[in-house]
């Protein structure tokens, strides 16, 4: 098990670059930087070689590349822009090293898998079995978040997205309420029930003696005993507070869960 943090905590500080931010990263002890889109959108080839590189000597991999892809709105007008930056992203991603590109499942927060309707459902199946395949096509995987309100906050929308877009998706697991809307007793029971998809994992930045820390210590302790060797990254997106002091929470946090 490995620990990363999201570059998107310095989201609302644009005067700081992503090599800024590996740099406080690396001097935090994390093994990894998930870098947001907006980081190194638009960015050539020589930067992005000099951000890998920059990677590389603070000691951090880069696990995934986060463009929010899937962002499929309930109008279903925006299929090719969603397919046009999955186009843009997948080829970056590659250049950084970065295996996983970061997808939400539907117009997050305003859609479910438990009350979504069928043609809606269509259009995101026929989104993802087109991204999946861009993705493939560079050697990367699409990681699915089980973000609360979208069509995979449930377990039963997730293997309904894995049998009938692309086998070849994969789960970025977040909590969220996933345990009530799959009608499982907890965290540890959603993340048995996902676990050989499961690549990646999200933590919201908390209190290391907040109630849900304890449930996470408790999944954190299941991928442990399964061997996990995949990234569990700290993520922080709220604008609250300096972001190098998110940055070394996050580690400390990470630490008192048994994540690292």
């Not at 809606?120 to 999946?132: H, I, P």
């Not at 069509?151 to 086998?167: H, K, P």
């Not at 070849?168 to 993340?191: C, E, H, I, K, T």
């Amino acid at each position: 098990m490995k620990t990363s943090f999201c570059s998107i905590a310095y989201k609302f500080r644009p005067a700081v670059g992503i090599l800024e931010v590996i740099r406080d990263v690396g001097e935090a002890g994390y093994g990894g930087v998930e870098i947001w889109w907006p980081h190194v959108e638009g960015k050539g080839g020589a930067e992005l070689d000099e951000i890998r590189a920059a990677a590389a000597e603070a000691g951090l991999a880069i696990p995934m590349l986060s463009p929010y892809l899937g962002n499929f709105n309930l109008a279903m007008t925006n299929y090719d822009e969603m397919i046009a930056r999955t186009k843009a992203a997948a080829p970056v991603a590659a250049r950084l090293g970065a295996p996983l590109l970061r997808a939400f499942v539907g117009w997050t927060c305003e859609c479910s898998s438990l009350t979504a309707g069928e043609n809606y459902w269509r259009f995101n199946l026929k989104g993802f079995r087109e991204m999946a395949a861009i993705a493939a096509d560079h050697g990367l995987a699409i990681a699915m978040e089980t973000h609360e309100r979208t069509l995979v906050d449930s377990v039963a929308g997730v293997r309904r997205l894995l049998a009938e877009a692309d086998g070849r998706l994969r789960v970025n697991f977040q909590l969220d309420d996933m345990a009530g809307n799959s009608g499982l007793a907890d965290g540890v029971a959603v993340y048995e029930a996902l676990k050989p998809l499961v690549v990646h994992m999200h933590v919201h930045l908390m209190e290391p003696g907040a109630p849900a820390a304890g449930e996470v210590r408790r999944i954190i302790a299941a991928m442990r005993g399964d061997g996990f060797g995949g990234f569990v990254s700290v993520e922080h997106c709220s604008g609250q507070g300096e972001p190098r002091d998110a940055v070394a929470a996050g580690r400390k946090m990470l630490s008192a869960i048994g994540a690292g």
